[in-house]
């Protein structure tokens, strides 16, 4: 089935479910154990993207000025590149958006042929 043009009520939750699936991969979905440095230092890293993990990013906190970090805050690609990993969470989620779609219309097709 090959949507060609669809209604408003259909192009408003697709909006709401494509906001949700963007938080999905922006938000941190889940926090690595934080790790103890130091009495005074804690590494904290976290995962992002869904439904498979693309990014994990770690931060150090502390409050000794003695110790010292080595390297920046950043990204880490933990699988694969980064496009691979966006065309892997991309795909379920254009398939539920396509999903959704098709049976929103259907439903209110069939509620247009029934009157």
């Known amino acids: 089935m090959i949507l ?3 209604h408003l009520s259909t192009a408003v939750v697709l909006m709401f479910v494509a906001g949700g699936m963007i938080w999905q991969n922006v938000v ?3 926090t690595r154990s934080t790790t103890h440095v130091s009495a005074k230092a804690t590494l904290h890293t976290y995962i992002y993207g869904w439904p498979i993990f693309t990014i994990s990013r770690w931060s150090l906190e502390t409050s000794d000025p003695e110790i010292k970090v080595t390297g920046n805050s950043g990204a880490i690609a933990e699988q694969g590149s980064f496009v691979q990993m966006a065309v892997i969470n991309g795909i379920p ?3 539920i958006l396509y999903l959704i779609a ?3 219309e259907s439903m209110i097709n069939s509620k247009q042929i029934r009157k």
């Open 28 to 30: 941190p979905r889940q």
């Open 93 to 95: 989620c254009l398939l």
């Open 102 to 104: 098709a049976i929103l």
């Open 4 to 6: 060609r043009q669809i």
